[in-house]
């Protein structure tokens, strides 16, 4: 199964008032992100509903569609997120939703991971088409 590692750019569009005043708070973002360089070229939007406590975020979900070119294939895809973060360590469950890929990337099934680092952001992602 191919890995392909694709450095990104990502800007959150205003964020919808948290539902509650008081935690646990249930608030609603949206992102926009450009990959550029490796192994995806592209754009995407992912939509994230993230929950805190007290003392911060602990969990999200959020679906993002994905378009561009991926190793020369071309087409779109969604991403579904699970995320926690327990005791101050995130953790992810990132997966190609099963039936969303077009174009060149019919077919498309894989598992991955997102790093946030002094670096800039980056997925990894290994896939099959």
Excluded: C, N, W
């Excluded at 003392?55 to 926690?84: K, N, Q, S």
């Amino acid at each position: 199964m191919p890995r392909i590692t694709a450095p990104f750019t990502i800007v959150a569009r205003p964020a919808e008032p948290a539902e509650g005043t008081a935690a646990p708070t249930v608030g609603r973002t949206t992102f926009d992100k450009v990959f550029a360089g490796g192994a995806l070229v592209g754009t995407s939007v992912v939509h994230f509903v993230s929950t805190a406590s007290e003392t911060g975020p602990v969990a999200y979900v959020a679906l993002e569609r994905v378009e561009g070119v991926l190793d020369g294939l071309a087409g779109a895809f969604v991403l579904r997120h699970v995320g926690t973060i327990v005791d101050g360590v995130p953790t992810l469950d990132l997966q190609v939703v099963p039936g969303t890929s077009t174009g060149g990337l019919a077919g498309l099934s894989g598992s991955g991971s997102i790093e946030h680092t002094p670096a800039g952001a980056r997925l990894e992602l290994d896939y099959e088409v």
